[in-house]
């Protein structure tokens, strides 16, 4: 089962690409062995259904890596308005 997490990361990424290199979760340090899968989320959250510009909508890098301890994680870079915080969503089952 998959573990939800939901909290805000520090990330080495690569210049430019934003792929995630490296992070930081409670103190400990992981290395990114291989990013898996890689997509954009221009979603809009359930909260601004009613909202239909592009102001409201998810301005996010998602990302499922695979760190050299062979762990799953999925996280994500928020491109929201005025900012570019990362967030480890979950940590998958395997």
Same mark, same amino acid.
């Given at each position: 089962m ?10 080495e ?10 992070? %930081? ?15 954009q $989320? #221009? ?19 998602c990302?499922?890596?695979r760190? %050299?301890?062979d762990q ?6 928020d491109?929201?308005?005025?900012k570019? $915080? #990362?967030?480890?969503?979950k940590r998958?089952?395997?």
């Amino acid at each position: 089962m998959d573990e939800f997490i939901d909290e805000p990361i520090q990330v080495e990424s690569e210049p430019r690409m934003s792929n995630p290199k490296t992070f %930081t979760w409670r103190g400990a340090s992981y290395q990114v062995a291989e990013v898996m899968q890689a997509w954009q $989320d #221009w979603s809009v959250p359930a909260f601004a259904k009613h909202a239909r510009g592009w102001l409201h909508r998810r301005h996010r890098n998602c990302f499922v890596i695979r760190t %050299t301890d062979d762990q799953i994680f999925e996280l994500y870079l928020d491109r929201g308005f005025g900012k570019r $915080d #990362w967030v480890l969503l979950k940590r998958r089952a395997q």
